[in-house]
């Protein structure tokens, strides 16, 4: 319930919001150790992903010096004698087991790899998930949905197809390149050193070209972010968008935002791409380089003809892990923009670590308490200042006052979704710094004008209030907020899925199932927001009555937008510019003939007009 009641209030915040904090990205390589921390925890498994690489890895190295042996014994049969066929048979039956032992020994790498690449992702996911339940409520003021949502799926899922799939190719290509070293030496030192004097050519272009493109990669997926972000929220807001006939427009940035995606890959990709010709041409000079001088010592009698054959091949199989780990480098790139953007989630400050322990109220009575609290949003722009009041046990408190004014801020510290600047909030008499987080949550109910349904059954919405909810406690709550009839006349009652968006109810239904679902909450507090704005006259009635005798007995915070609905409440607070300036019941405002006489009037007289 503590996310649905962060992102309820969210959306129907419309005072200030605190600006978007600009971290600074992460460098790539401290992004790569960072992400690599997470293989500590699979130590065992990556020991034996080593030695399977190494074993399988070291019996593809053998088949060049194998198959070597066979073309120095048909080089000598045909010069000498003949050739021993027997022989030439045992090596090829050699050379076959080599091959079935390294493709064994890379399926069981590839086996165990897969198991810890998926692993870390399943462990990132989570982290990530219950990062956002800890995160306060300014964080999703200042982020798109869209963003967070690319960075939680798109960018967890290049991570998990790189380790799943670069790591083992890393490694392996690491171990190849030793290996072959070590079978060039035992063949021919010479030619060895005309290999090596190319790797820091090699290793200088890979550096240069992966220093380039790797601003182009970061851009890339902020760029695929935005973009994620604005098809979300198009689509959220089609009906709001068709209706004021911006379908054009939103193409256009659509364009826009695509193209600029466009341009960052383009770049990255063109730019990373050139490495794989460049070390193609650097590993042909190297080819032809190793052919001549095998040839002059083969002349020389220095070495035999299958060496030089075998070298050869030693020569190509040196050349792919160079240039697998140029292909890999653009992969890991990618990959390093990706993390850093799910690290800069899991990095953002979240709510103090104090406010998750603490006392809890066993009976809670609802007795609300403010005491010079003070609070902004921005540090140079104060909201709140001096707020004072006291709300007794089963009170109704109605908040009004201009847009902007600080109704729905007040609302939010009271939840703890914003800590305060200074002053203190009490409940029971007891701070609520002091309260355990969720626990002081879970003392309100909420029923407010932007309603929120989940996909899922229309019971399973209702249940939502509260945990071990029975079907009967559902059917009693619907009953009570008048919800009971239209449900039933559903083709499958409570049963009834709604969609993503709960489209296919009426907003009036659906503000029945929040009503239905706060009364099943059985809270000690009550918050409502012009909860009836979206029914019709007959069923205001009704869930007007309902919402009395569920406000019964308990303490009930009103943010009210129309105040001929709460002539009724115990004590009203007239806030303006982030000051209560005049608080009473209605009769004693209106006598005063103040700011509230003021607001009333000209409501009325609109009211009246219209």
């Known amino acids: 319930m503590k996310e649905f009641l962060r992102r309820l209030l969210g959306a129907s915040n419309k005072e200030e919001k605190p600006a978007p904090s600009k971290d600074t990205p992460k460098q790539f390589k401290a992004t790569l150790i960072r992400l690599s921390g997470y293989l500590s925890a699979h130590k065992l498994a990556l020991i034996a992903v080593m030695i399977t690489a190494l074993l399988g890895t070291a019996f593809m190295i053998l088949s060049p010096k194998i198959l070597?042996?066979?073309?120095?014994?048909l080089f000598q049969g045909v010069m000498g004698e003949g050739i021993d066929f027997f022989r030439i048979l045992q090596i090829l039956l050699l050379l076959a087991a080599l091959y079935l032992l390294s493709s064994y020994f890379t399926y069981v790498?590839?086996?165990?790899?897969?198991?810890?690449?998926?692993?870390?992702?399943?462990?990132?996911?989570?982290?990530?998930?219950?990062?956002?339940?800890r995160l306060p409520l300014n964080f999703f003021d200042s982020v798109s949905h869209g963003d967070v949502l690319s960075r939680a799926v798109n960018d967890l899922e290049k991570v998990s197809s790189t380790m799943q799939q670069s790591l083992t190719q890393l490694i392996t290509s690491l171990i190849t390149m030793i290996g072959v070293s070590i079978m060039m030496l035992l063949i021919s030192p010479l030619m060895t050193l005309i290999v090596w004097v190319t790797l820091p050519l090699s290793f200088f272009i890979t550096k240069k070209v992966v220093a380039r493109s790797q601003n182009y990669f970061k851009g890339q997926q902020q760029a695929l972010g935005k973009l994620n972000g604005h098809v979300a929220e198009s689509y959220a807001g089609h009906e709001t968008v068709k209706a004021f006939g911006r379908e054009q427009q939103t193409v256009g940035t659509f364009n826009k935002m695509n193209q600029t995606l466009y341009e960052s890959s383009w770049r990255a990709q063109f730019i990373s791409s050139i490495i794989m010709p460049l070390l193609r041409f650097v590993n042909n000079i190297v080819y032809v380089a190793v052919c001549v001088v095998g040839s002059i010592l083969v002349t020389q009698r220095t070495i035999p003809i299958g060496d030089v054959q075998a070298f050869i091949m030693y020569v190509r199989l040196f050349s792919q892990p160079i240039t697998r780990v140029a292909n890999i480098s653009n992969i890991i790139q990618s990959t390093a923009a990706a993390a850093e953007r799910v690290f800069e989630i899991l990095d953002q400050q979240e709510e103090s670590a104090g406010s998750r322990v603490g006392r809890s109220l066993d009976q809670p009575k609802g007795e609300v308490r403010f005491e010079d609290v003070s609070f902004r949003y921005q540090k140079d722009k104060p909201l709140l200042e001096n707020v004072n009041f006291y709300v007794e046990q089963g009170q109704t408190v109605a908040i009004v006052g201009p847009t902007g004014a600080g109704k729905t801020t007040l609302i939010n510290l009271l939840m703890r979704f914003y800590d305060i600047d200074s002053g203190r909030i009490s409940i029971d008499g007891v701070d609520i710094q002091k309260l355990e987080l969720e626990e002081l949550r879970r003392l309100f109910g909420?029923?407010?004008?932007?309603?929120?349904?989940?996909?899922?059954?229309?019971?399973?919405?209702?249940?939502?209030?509260?945990?071990?909810?029975?079907?009967?406690?559902?059917?009693?709550?619907?009953?009570?907020?008048?919800?009971?009839?239209?449900?039933?006349?559903?083709?499958?009652?409570?049963?009834?899925?709604?969609?993503?968006?709960?489209?296919?109810?009426?907003?009036?239904?659906?503000?029945?199932?929040?009503?239905?679902?706060a009364i099943v909450s059985n809270p000690a507090l009550l918050l409502l927001d012009e909860a009836t704005s979206s029914?019709?006259?007959?069923?205001?009635?009704?869930?007007?009555?309902?919402?009395?005798?569920?406000?019964?007995?308990?303490?009930?915070?009103?943010?009210?937008?129309?105040?001929?609905?709460?002539?009724?409440?115990?004590?009203?607070?007239?806030?303006?510019?982030?000051?209560?300036?005049?608080?009473?019941?209605?009769?004693?405002?209106?006598?005063?003939?103040?700011?509230?006489?003021?607001?009333?009037?000209?409501?009325?007289?609109?009211?009246?007009?219209?």
């Open 446 to 517: 909420m029923v407010l004008q932007d309603t929120w349904l989940f996909h899922g059954t229309i019971r399973d919405n209702i249940a939502y209030g509260r945990e071990n909810v029975s079907d009967d406690e559902v059917i009693q709550a619907a009953r009570a907020a008048r919800a009971d009839h239209f449900i039933r006349t559903l083709p499958d009652g409570y049963d009834t899925v709604l969609n993503e968006s709960a489209s296919n109810i009426s907003a009036g239904q659906k503000q029945l199932i929040t009503i239905a679902r």
């Open 68 to 73: 070597g042996l066979a073309v120095t014994e």
């Open 109 to 133: 790498q590839e086996y165990l790899m897969v198991g810890i690449a998926q692993k870390i992702v399943y462990v990132l996911r989570k982290e990530v998930n219950e990062k956002l339940s």
């Open 535 to 610: 029914v019709d006259t007959r069923t205001e009635i009704h869930i007007q009555q309902a919402l009395k005798r569920l406000m019964h007995g308990r303490t009930s915070f009103i943010i009210a937008h129309r105040l001929s609905t709460i002539r009724d409440a115990d004590m009203i607070l007239v806030m303006d510019q982030g000051q209560i300036v005049e608080q009473g019941s209605h009769e004693e405002l209106l006598e005063k003939g103040g700011f509230y006489a003021e607001l009333y009037e000209s409501q009325f007289a609109s009211e009246a007009s219209g």
